[in-house]
């Protein structure tokens, strides 16, 4: 069993470095396809440009406010799912008042709300990135919150209700426990992309001081291998951001498991 758990490991590392192997290629030939370093850059000079922007304190600082926007607007759209999904499982009138709230918001096309945003908010260039991101994230994080609640054992939640346990106790002794682990195993991909609208609302933008921002200024300066270098950053902190959060899912599941064992 143990030797066989390695095994698959090592395969899927190999695979992994295959799929790396693969987009690379990938770029090397749309590279010498294309012909042209405005197209599509060299990979050499990509490359370049990354490490140049690993020093340069404006990057760091870009970042860190594009990510501070980013994870503003997984909390408030967290805290807003969290709420809304408990009424809805506590109530089956709130459920259908709130689901044609949620598909709407789901169905709003981002380009658009991007622009309207920035008219209410009298152009605010900051604020806006975060609105955008928001009404993306919410209606996602509402689905995943409910789905997981009605995952929950039908015969222990009309249990609960026979021996008329009350729904501040169905809420912290049930539902919560059991939908938790679901909830954080999703947390990594919510914010990896929470990152990605942040990024492209801040483009439409034109957000001073963000990725966003900075990618719109290398787009007009036709600088592609700063573009690109740019574009392979985000990749890798949404990357980083999920390996993170999937540890910490580990972890907690291992320690809730332990702690159930007891």
């Given amino acids: 069993m143990i030797k066989k758990f390695f095994t698959q490991r090592k395969l899927n590392i190999i695979f992994s470095i295959l799929a790396i192997i693969f987009m690379w290629l990938v770029w090397i030939a749309a590279y010498y396809i294309a012909g042209n370093k405005l197209i599509v850059p060299a990979f050499s ?4 440009s990354f490490f140049n922007y690993l020093g340069d304190g404006e990057f760091w600082l870009a970042l860190w406010n594009t990510f501070l926007r980013t994870l503003l607007a997984f909390i408030i759209s967290f805290i807003l799912a969290a709420a ?26 981002t380009l ?9 908010t009298t152009g605010n260039r900051n604020f806006s990135p975060v609105i955008v991101t928001i009404l993306v994230l919410f209606p996602m994080i509402f689905s995943q919150m409910l789905a997981a609640a009605d995952g929950i054992d039908t015969g222990l939640v009309e249990m609960a209700k026979v021996y008329k346990v009350s729904k501040k106790d169905r ?15 999703q947390t990594g991909a919510n914010i990896s992309l929470g990152l990605k609208i942040m990024i492209s609302a801040e483009v439409l ?6 990725l966003g921002g900075m990618m719109q200024y290398n787009n007009y300066a036709a600088e592609v291998a700063n573009l690109a270098a740019l574009t392979l950053a985000a990749v890798f902190i949404g990357l980083i951001i999920e390996f993170a959060i999937s540890f910490v899912s580990r972890v907690a599941c ?9």
């Fill in 205 to 210: 933008a034109n957000t001073v001081k963000s």
């Fill in 45 to 48: 000079d990509t490359a370049q």
């Fill in 84 to 109: 809304c999904a408990v009424f809805a499982k506590l109530s089956n009138c709130a459920k259908a008042f709130l689901k044609p709230i949620v598909v709407f918001i789901r169905t709003l096309p």
């Fill in 112 to 120: 658009a709300v991007m622009l309207i945003i920035l008219k209410l």
């Fill in 171 to 185: 809420l912290f002794k049930i539902y919560l426990p059991l939908v938790a682990p679901n909830i954080i195993s």
């Fill in 254 to 262: 291992r320690w809730t498991a332990k702690e159930g064992g007891e």
